[in-house]
């Protein structure tokens, strides 16, 4: 079955550097790639969509790498500050293509130090 | 508001007394599920519905149930609750077709003691 994961389980940095954060799947090959943002006790929110036939998507201070070859997609986050400490989420889609069916990383908690 | 809605958001119950978590969205969503998250196991979905009367059995469906009678609810059901479905629950929802966005509620903590 496919699998994903997120090297990290933890990432400290100190404000305003870059905080890269990485996901690797395996026994797939998605359409496309998504990451959330996940607070404490709170629900996932969307971040940004990658799509398997583009490179490279950007968002404000945010920006994602979809490399298929590799099977892996950074995320990055420029300029960091503390607001940007939370749980950032990879999901693709469930074997068989199905939408509904998004599978997750189990997370990566970044802390943001002033 | 365009929003997905979970009731209760905190619940405590005992082993074996049936329960529903309902969920809400107001979107005109087609697709739907259900995920239960967990400490070190990250979010693990437990069913999912593509469509009214149309579900199926995400990575952990053992112990609940769900039922998809009109598209906006999608309420999820234990019918005889075990210690170890003590979990955060979250319902999410999205438009069917390719690479859409997952709308999650706010979260149902269930303590099943």
Redesign the interface.
Same mark, same amino acid.
């Given at each position: 079955s496919q699998k994903i994961e997120q090297n990290s389980e933890a990432l400290n940095i100190q404000e305003g550097k870059t905080a890269t954060l990485t996901c690797n799947y395996t026994n797939y090959s998605p359409?496309?790639l998504?990451w959330?943002r996940q607070d404490p006790?709170?629900?996932?929110?969307?971040l940004l969509?990658i799509?398997e036939n583009e490179k490279e998507k950007r968002k404000e201070r945010l920006k994602v790498t979809f490399d298929t070859t590799l099977k892996q997609s950074l995320f990055h986050i420029t300029a960091s500050q503390p607001a940007d400490s939370a749980t950032y !989420?990879c999901?693709l889609e469930?074997y068989g293509g199905?939408?509904?069916? !998004?599978?997750?990383?189990?997370?990566t908690k970044l802390s943001v130090k002033p | 508001e365009a929003q997905?809605t979970q009731n209760p958001r905190y619940l405590i119950t005992v082993t074996g007394k049936k329960l529903t978590v309902t969920c809400s969205q107001n979107m005109n969503h %087609?697709?739907? =599920?259900w995920?239960r998250q967990d400490p070190? +196991?990250? +979010?693990?979905?437990i069913y999912? =519905?593509?469509n009214v009367e149309v579900t199926?059995k995400?990575?952990v469906p053992e112990g609940y149930k769900v039922s998809r009678k009109e598209k906006r609810n999608f309420p999820l059901i234990l019918e005889s609750p075990s210690p170890n479905q003590t979990s +955060?629950y979250?319902c @999410?929802s =999205?438009f @069917?077709?390719?690479?859409? %966005? @997952?709308?999650?509620?706010?979260?149902t903590?269930l303590t099943v003691v």
């Open positions: 359409a496309y998504q959330y006790g709170r629900g996932p929110v969307f969509l799509r !989420l999901a469930g199905s939408q509904g069916n !998004l599978i997750f990383g189990k997370g | 997905v %087609e697709y739907m =599920s995920y070190g +196991l990250g +979010l693990r979905q999912y =519905s593509m199926d995400g990575d +955060l979250f @999410a =999205s @069917a077709g390719a690479d859409t %966005e @997952a709308f999650f509620g706010q979260g903590r």
